[in-house]
Each structure stands twice: as structure tokens, then as C-alpha cells.
């Protein structure tokens, strides 16, 4: 069954309905109350192979707990951590025809396309926004500087926990930040608060499922959530994307790239109130967060990979916009693998926890499917 969203002042895609439910009831909704809508077919002219098998759904939540980071399985040749060891080989110089891309996005356009996907001829994916959609846009530019500008095409997309007409209202000194980019959607997200909308869940498995692959399906193979999201344990002002694809013939990994902005910094550092991302993944070999640092940690205020700091608002990378007097991240790349030909289903989502002020922003571009494996879900920065 299937649910039409209306992308804000752009067009209609079709959405998965378990897209749309939550592992205690309910249903997000926008400010309006506005739940569905006349739906438009894809924009690609290619239809997806046919072949590979959809995942299960909702993981289980077994009673155990684990509480370890990441999973800590080693290689068979060095003896050495599987995950976050690297950026991929993706198998050379040579490209096969899953690498074969041509950006079709534009300020303002379609969120798909705005990452690099579903442009013409290519393989089409379905899938949509659930949120309010003051917290969605597709810009050409965040900040004064080149840091932030699109990394495919023209243009990406950015996600709020707040809204984002907002964004270019600068504080003027460090005493004015509170009021800016402080807000949140009313009437609420309609969701259970404690809990994600499936296939989500922040049980983590028991194992390790590049190991022992029965753990997947069993809870969140990257152990990332659970340990963040119990320091609060209730969410606000949640936001996603996310589609299902096919995955092509020949391709065996894919990426993209993103980059975590919030207000809570300073003043909630190392606080139980640390906003989050995650990019969960449900495939053939993992189903969990596959957007974290190499201690652990889902992308948040404590994340490792936060280096751009405002303290003196004068940081080009925020100028201009709400983020002034915050932090954030450069633009990171997570890659994971695939198997030809499955079906697979990735969630970009991003929460307020335990409060619903201090606006947080992912900005997320340059989809990509490649021909070579990446070992593991590996987040790291571009460049």
C-alpha cells in the first residue's frame, strides 16, 4: 500500500506506507495535517531490474541489551578492525554502467534529484519526504564559502528539525542566539516519541553481522543509536527521507555525502540533549545506522567528525545563516555495501532529542553507486 506526500511547493512522489507508521502507532503529519495527495510518476524512463528479494521489515527487539559501539569483527588477512578503515576500493579507474551518472537537479527542484537520483534513464527509485515541510529544501548554497556548495549537479538538499525559512536569520552576537533557528513543528510529528517509525528501532544486535549474518534483521547491526538516544530517550521534530531501490546489475556498494549542523553547541555539549542523524540501511548483509565516527558515536553534537566551531561568529562556512555562534561538520561521505540485483530500503532521518528547540540540519548530496565492495558501512571525510 502505498501513501502520496507533497514535497513543500514542488511535486507529488509516492511514499512506502511503512514509511509512514511507527513502532507504537501513529502517523507523521505536517503543520497543515495534510497526510496525502495526488501522486506523479517517477522521472526516469528506465525501468529497475527485476530481480533480488526486499528485505525484511521492522527488525525484532530481543530482550538483551549491548551496549559496545560499533561492531569489532576483524580481518581474516591483518587481523584488524572490518569497519571504518578507510574509504573503499571501488575497483579501479574503470567504471561500469551502475557508475554512469548524469545530474538532472535544480535549486528548488526535486529532493531525489537533488541527491542524484532518479533522472532520466536511470534507475528509478521510489520514495518521498515524511515531515513538515517547512523542515525540507534543495539549495545551491549554505554559508559565504565554497565549502558548502553542491557536490553533484546543482543543487542538494537540506533537512531540518526546525524551519528552514529561517535559515539566512543570523544572530547578531553570541547573547542572540537563542532566537534564531530555535523553533519547532506544531502540531508535532504525531509520532510516538520513544519510539522510530519501522524499520528503525535503537535495539542493537547481539553480534556482529558482518560475522554472523543471522543478526541481521534482529535490531541495529552498527550498535550506534541505543547508547545516544537513552540519554533522553524521547524525540521531537522528526524528519526523513527515504526510498527503495533495485539495486543495479553489477554494482556491489554505494555512497553519499552529508554534512551535521545544530545550535546545540555550545551551550548542551557533552548534555543528554544531542539532536541526531541516521542513515539506517535494511539489506541482504546489514540492517542498521550506517552514518557514525569510528568510535561508535551516530552523528550528534559528540561526534568526532564536528570541526567547523563558531565560537567568534566569523566562520565563512555559517555566515549569513542561523548557524552563527554553532557547529558542525564538513561534508563526510558514508559508503556501504549491496548486493546486486536486492532490494534495498535507506532511511535519512533526523531528530530534536529530548527537547524540540535548537535546530539541527543534514545536508545530503552526490548518491552513488559503485562497482567495487567497501568492506562495511564506513563514514569518513570527503577529500
Known amino acids: ?81 572490518a569497519l571504518d578503515v578507510g574509504m573503499p576500493d571501488f575497483g579501479g579507474p574503470s567504471e561500469c554502467a551502475a557508475e554512469q551518472h548524469a545530474a538532472c537537479d535544480a535549486e528548488g527542484g526535486d529532493p531525489l534529484q537533488a541527491i542524484g537520483l532518479n533522472c532520466p534513464g536511470e534507475l528509478t527509485v521510489t520514495g518521498g519526504f515524511d515531515g513538515d515541510p517547512a523542515g525540507l529544501r534543495v539549495i545551491s548554497q549554505w554559508g559565504q564559502a565554497d565549502t558548502f556548495t553542491p557536490r553533484e549537479g546543482s543543487s542538494f538538499l537540506v533537512l531540518s528539525t526546525g524551519d528552514l525559512g529561517e535559515m539566512h536569520d543570523a544572530p547578531a552576537d553570541e547573547d542572540d542566539v537563542a532566537y534564531h533557528c530555535n523553533s519547532w513543528f506544531t502540531p508535532g510529528d504525531g509520532m510516538d516519541t520513544t519510539k522510530f517509525p519501522p524499520p528503525i528501532t535503537k535495539q542493537p544486535v547481539q553480534g556482529d553481522c558482518l560475522v554472523d549474518p543471522s543478526q541481521v534483521g534482529t535490531g541495529d547491526c552498527s550498535k550506534t543509536i541505543k547508547n545516544q538516544f537513552d540519554q533522553s530517550g524521547f524525540k521531537y521534530d522528526y524528519q526523513e527521507l527515504r526510498f527503495t531501490a533495485v539495486v543495479p546489475a553489477g554494482a556491489e556498494s554505494f555512497s553519499f555525502d552529508l554534512a551535521f549542523f545544530t545550535k546545540e553547541y555550545p551551550i548542551w555539549q557533552d548534555q543528554p540533549y544531542n539532536d541526531m542523524f541516521i542513515g539506517w540501511l535494511e539489506s541482504t548483509n546489514w540492517t542498521g545506522n550506517i552514518s557514525f565516527d569510528q568510535q561508535g558515536k551516530a552523528l550528534s553534537l559528540n561526534a568526532a567528525f564536528l570541526e567547523l566551531y563558531d565560537d567568534g561568529g566569523d566562520l565563512p562556512e555559517f555566515a549569513g545563516t542561523c548557524m552563527r555562534y554553532s557547529a558542525g561538520t564538513k561534508w563526510l561521505t558514508t559508503t556501504a555495501d549491496v548486493v546486486p540485483g ?41 577529500g
Not at 10 to 20: F, G, I, N, P, R
Not at 34 to 57: M, R
Not at 344 to 365: C, G, H, P, R, Y
Open 342 to 382: 536486492e532490494t534495498i530500503e535507506l532511511v535519512l532521518a533526523i531528530f530534536d532529542l529530548d527537547d524540540v528547540n535548537w535546530d539541527s540540519f543534514v545536508l545530503v548530496d552526490n548518491f552513488q553507486w559503485h562497482c567495487g565492495d567497501a568492506g562495511g558501512p564506513v563514514t569518513e571525510p570527503v
Open 1 to 81: 500500500m502505498l501513501r502520496s506526500l507533497v514535497w513543500p511547493g514542488l511535486v507529488t512522489v509516492s511514499v512506502l506506507a511503512s514509511a509512514c507508521g511507527d513502532e507504537g502507532g501513529g502517523s507523521g503529519t505536517s503543520a497543515t495535517g495534510v497526510t496525502g495527495a495526488t501522486s506523479l510518476a517517477p522521472t526516469s524512463t528506465t525501468a529497475a531490474p527485476t530481480s533480488g528479494e526486499p528485505t525484511s521489515g521492522e527488525a525484532s527487539t530481543s530482550s538483551g541489551e549491548d551496549s559496545t559501539a560499533a561492531p569489532t569483527s576483524t580481518s581474516s588477512v591483518t587481523g584488524g578492525p
